[in-house]
């Protein structure tokens, strides 16, 4: 019985992802090549991050029901979903396959196929994690984004830094199912000791924890919230912009679309920008380049974006100097 239910949870999934996006997207004809689309997040948030792929896809000369078809597969937040999600891609003989939101659905991908080529976005080093020979030249059957989320860890703690904080301890909001946690973790603790702060990690892996961490960060008596990047946590982003909002804490988001929502800040890389750069690789694949000859990029674009709205609303004081190096600040 519980895997019947199982099976059907499964199903609701899949064809819940399958009908976000219009027939001719999905619609394979025979000659057209099939992409897949693997991630970890929802659709229903993700639209941005669609839109640009879309974009690089055209920059190749590709759109979808016209010389292509794209497979999308969400996995709602659940990494238990990639292997079915990633063999049913192979199935449908993908061409090439997209892997966002870290590194386990690359491994999902290559645990259903050692030879479709794979374009992947990642935050860890993946030469470090194994996925390429090296950066300039990956090898293999893959390559992709490395939007470096790892390394700018310290430097969101730095900026929260920069505020007058009521307490010496920063509450650390991760998710322990994404591959990248720990090793963010380890680069926030040694920062925070150099500043002399204090960090307490939360985890939440579903929204009945994202609920229970506002009364552990209360708890923890934290003086701001940085909240680690994970697809999860994107998909969720209005309920977390709401757990920080009814602490009336300064927290720091890494995607931009947090602060959009009414999160105070966010630093990183442009995560949209990233997306077209991978559909521009999807797209010269397919025209025939191997993926392992294409170098694995890092982003040269990095945004600081300041809510000063949510700033006012609750009573946050900002540096001047803060606000003078954003690269947006919303009103």
Known sequence: MASHIERRKFLATLGGAAAAWPLAARAQRPGIPVV???????ADR??????????GLKETGYS????????????????DLLPTL????????????????????????RAASETVPIVFNIGNDPVQLGLVASLAKPGGNATGVNFLS???????LGLLNSLALASSIIAVLVNPNFPATQTSVNELESAARAMGRQVE????????????????????????????????????????????????IPAIYEQREF??????MSYGASIADSYRQLG?????????????????????KFELVINLGTARAFGFTLPPSLLAIADEVIE
């Open 36 to 42: 897949g689309f693997l991630n970890v997040g929802s």
């Open 46 to 55: 993700s639209a941005h991050q669609v839109a640009a792929f879309r974009q």
């Open 64 to 79: 979808e029901g016209r010389n292509i078809t794209v497979e999308f597969r969400w996995a709602e937040g659940r990494y």
């Open 86 to 109: 990633a063999a049913d891609l192979i199935r449908r003989q993908a061409a090439v396959i997209l892997t966002g939101g870290g590194e386990a659905p690359f491994r999902a991908v």
């Open 150 to 156: 790892v390394e700018i860890a310290a430097k969101r």
């Open 201 to 248: 990690i939360i985890k939440a892996t579903n929204e009945s924890e994202l609920d229970a961490s506002l009364a552990t960060i209360s708890q923890t008596r934290a003086g701001a919230l940085i909240v680690g990047n994970d697809p999860f946590f994107t998909s969720r982003r209005a309920q977390i912009v709401a757990l920080a909002a009814r602490l009336a």
């Open 259 to 264: 602060a959009l929502a009414g999160g105070l």
């Open 280 to 300: 521009i690789y999807v797209g010269r694949i397919l025209k025939g380049e191997r993926a392992g000859e294409l170098p694995v990029l890092q982003p040269t």
